[in-house]
C-alpha cells in the first residue's frame, strides 16, 4: 500500500459526461500528479500540483482540469467525455515539487464511457 | 487484474536468473531517467532512478545502466523472482517535468 488514495476505483458514464476523479496523496506530501493509462496511448503525464498551484504540465486535454485544495488533497475533472477518454487514471505524490523526487502511485479509477 | 496493454514486447525467463529489460529514450536533452515496476491491478511502483551524469547506479538486486550516446537504458534485475513478474516502464524527463514520458513496457514473466 502506497499511502495514496483514490476514489472511485471504477467508474462508468455516458458520452458527453462530466465526472471527478479524487486523490488523497500521501501524508506529508506536498506534490500531486496525474496520469492516464490507455491500451493505445500507454502511460501519460497530465498535470502536476505542489502545495496548490500547478507546477507542470503534459498532455492534459482542454477538456481536463485539476485542482488541489487545501488540504492537499486533489481533483481531476473530466468533461464533454468521449470513447477515448476510457482509461486508467493514477494520481501520485511526492514530498517534493521536482520530477527527480520519488512518487508513489495511488491504486487508480478506471473511467469507462460508454 | 487490470489489463495494461495486450500486445506489450514480453520477456520470459527462467526463476533465478538474471533478467535485462532494454529501453530506447527519445529525447536527448532528458536528464533523468526512472524504472517504474507496475503489477497487474496496481499503480506504477518505483524501483530505481538515474541522472544523466551518471552511467551505472545500483540498487538492492537491481542495476540501472544508461548510455547517452545510443539513448539507451537497461534494467538488470539479479536472480529473478516470482515476484518480479510485472510490466516495467521507463520513463524520462528533463526540465522540472517537461517532457515526462513514459516508455511502452515490458511484461517480464517469471518461469517456474
Known amino acids: 500500500d502506497s499511502g495514496v488514495t483514490q476514489t472511485p476505483k471504477h467508474l462508468i458514464t455516458a458520452t458527453g459526461q462530466r465526472v471527478t476523479l479524487r486523490c488523497s496523496p500521501r501524508s506529508g506530501d506536498l506534490s500531486v500528479y496525474w496520469y492516464q493509462q490507455s491500451l493505445d496511448q500507454g502511460l501519460q503525464f497530465l498535470i502536476q500540483y505542489y502545495n496548490g498551484e500547478e507546477r507542470a504540465k503534459g498532455n492534459i486535454l482542454e477538456r481536463f482540469s485539476a485542482q488541489q485544495f487545501p488540504d492537499l488533497h486533489s481533483e481531476l475533472n473530466l468533461s464533454s467525455l468521449e470513447l477515448g477518454d476510457s482509461a486508467l487514471y493514477f494520481c501520485?505524490?511526492?514530498?517534493?515539487?521536482?520530477?527527480?523526487?520519488?512518487?508513489?502511485f495511488g491504486p487508480g479509477t478506471r473511467l469507462t464511457v460508454l | 487484474g487490470e489489463s495494461v496493454g495486450l500486445h506489450l514486447p514480453t520477456l520470459s525467463v527462467q526463476e533465478g536468473d538474471n533478467s535485462i529489460i532494454n529501453c530506447a529514450y527519445s529525447?536527448?536533452?532528458?536528464?533523468?531517467f526512472i524504472w517504474y515496476k507496475q503489477e497487474s491491478g496496481k499503480g506504477p511502483q518505483f524501483i530505481i532512478d538515474?541522472?544523466?551524469?551518471?552511467d551505472k547506479r545500483q540498487g538492492q538486486r537491481v542495476t540501472v545502466l544508461l548510455n547517452k550516446t545510443v539513448k539507451h537504458l537497461s534494467l538488470q534485475i539479479a536472480a529473478t523472482q516470482p515476484g518480479d513478474s510485472a510490466v516495467y516502464f521507463c520513463a524520462e524527463t528533463s526540465g522540472y517535468g517537461q517532457n515526462f514520458v513514459f516508455g511502452p513496457g515490458t511484461r517480464l514473466s517469471v518461469l517456474p
Open positions: 529525447n536527448s536533452a532528458s536528464d533523468y
Open positions: 538515474i541522472r544523466s551524469n551518471m
Open positions: 501520485a505524490s511526492s514530498v517534493r515539487s521536482g520530477f527527480t523526487d520519488t512518487q508513489y
